[in-house]
């Protein structure tokens, strides 16, 4: 696999988002769903599910139930366009309901073979969505891909206190693993009544919120994303929010952090190439 830019997903403690912009699986799907701005500008683009025990991907992106095949290069990843590749254990699970009871090691072996066996062919952008917390599965990415010059790490939170905790943990946790974080992107960040657009701070951010968070910890902020249920709806369904709801103001703002993250990684790029 030859990858130009590597961009590793994740948020920490339950309910928070990564399948994107992004762990917990219920929230996940608010967030992944913003990958397809990568796609929709035609770069070719590598999604790879970490979470082996709750992998959402292939729900959110509309392929469950779709088969990984073998061939003489590897396994083929499933695409959801032809520049839109994605790898998930959901593929090779028996039955969607199967639970995934994997100590550490096992876990981390498919992952390397993931990265390793996988045809993923050259990609512009290998996107790592990332289970909850800072366990062996974020040390094993951050170990495996040390060599592909990772531009960083996008990190998920909601508004409030109890979320800010965990997340504050994460980026200490790429701090020590020198992992470049590219931002923070702030979830369900007021709910948009999409009947009157009004406005209703349902996770009040007791503390400041992510925003403050960042400015304290000297980190980009990369954006609010609204809590609206069209999102969820259309992460059920398979389809893209970004398509089907082209007019939400949430819309406006993942593109808009869609752009941050890409100019990050442009100007990342760059200076490795300077150095090298």
Same mark, same amino acid.
Request: with cysteine; hydrophobic share 35%.
């Given at each position: 696999?030859?990858?130009?830019?590597?961009?590793?997903?994740?948020?920490?403690?339950?309910?928070?988002?990564?399948?994107?912009?992004?762990?917990? &699986?219920?929230?996940?799907? &608010?967030?992944?769903?913003?990958?397809?701005?990568?796609?929709?500008?035609?770069?070719?683009?590598?999604?790879?599910?970490?979470?082996?025990?709750?992998?959402?991907?292939?729900?959110?992106?509309?392929?469950?139930?779709?088969?990984?095949?073998?061939?003489?290069?590897?396994?083929?990843? !499933?695409?959801?366009?032809?520049?839109?590749?994605?790898?998930?254990?959901?593929?090779?699970?028996?039955?969607?309901?199967?639970?995934?009871?994997? &100590?550490?090691?096992?876990?981390?072996?498919?992952?390397?073979?993931?990265?390793? @066996?996988?045809?993923?062919?050259?990609?512009?952008?290998?996107? !790592? @969505?990332?289970?909850?917390?800072?366990?062996?599965?974020?040390?094993?990415?951050?170990?495996?891909?040390? =060599?592909?010059?990772? @531009?960083?790490? !996008?990190?998920?939170?909601?508004?409030?206190?109890?979320?800010?905790?965990?997340?504050?943990?994460?980026?200490?946790?790429?701090?020590?693993?020198?992992?470049?974080?590219?931002?923070?992107?702030?979830?369900?960040?007021?709910?948009?009544?999409?009947?009157?657009?009004?406005?209703?701070?349902?996770?009040?951010?007791?503390?400041?919120?992510?925003?403050?968070?960042?400015?304290?910890?000297?980190?980009?902020?990369?954006?609010?994303?609204?809590?609206?249920? &069209?999102?969820?709806?259309?992460?059920?369904?398979?389809?893209?929010?970004?398509?089907?709801?082209?007019?939400?103001? =949430?819309?406006?703002?993942?593109?808009?952090?869609?752009?941050?993250?890409?100019?990050?990684?442009?100007?990342?790029?760059?200076?490795?190439? =300077?150095?090298?």
């Amino acid at each position: 696999m030859l990858v130009s830019r590597g961009t590793f997903v994740g948020s920490t403690g339950g309910g928070r988002n990564t399948s994107l912009l992004s762990w917990n &699986r219920k929230c996940s799907s &608010r967030t992944t769903r913003s990958w397809r701005t990568f796609q929709a500008t035609r770069h070719h683009v590598a999604l790879l599910d970490a979470d082996m025990c709750g992998p959402s991907i292939p729900k959110i992106m509309g392929v469950e139930g779709e088969q990984v095949h073998q061939s003489g290069s590897g396994w083929s990843p !499933v695409y959801v366009e032809e520049n839109l590749g994605i790898m998930s254990i959901g593929f090779l699970l028996s039955s969607l309901d199967d639970a995934v009871i994997w &100590r550490g090691p096992k876990k981390n072996g498919l992952i390397k073979q993931f990265l390793r @066996d996988v045809d993923w062919g050259e990609v512009d952008y290998l996107i !790592v @969505d990332t289970p909850p917390g800072t366990s062996d599965e974020h040390l094993s990415i951050v170990q495996y891909l040390s =060599a592909t010059q990772v @531009d960083g790490a !996008v990190i998920i939170t909601t508004p409030q206190e109890v979320s800010l905790q965990d997340v504050r943990k994460e980026i200490n946790f790429c701090r020590k693993v020198n992992l470049p974080i590219i931002g923070v992107v702030e979830n369900m960040s007021g709910f948009v009544c999409p009947k009157c657009q009004h406005e209703s701070q349902i996770f009040p951010p007791t503390t400041g919120g992510a925003m403050k968070m960042c400015k304290d910890l000297s980190i980009p902020f990369l954006g609010k994303v609204p809590l609206d249920p &069209r999102i969820g709806k259309s992460c059920d369904e398979g389809k893209s929010f970004l398509t089907e709801i082209p007019g939400s103001s =949430a819309t406006v703002v993942y593109k808009d952090i869609i752009h941050r993250i890409q100019e990050h990684c442009a100007t990342h790029q760059s200076d490795v190439e =300077a150095t090298a």
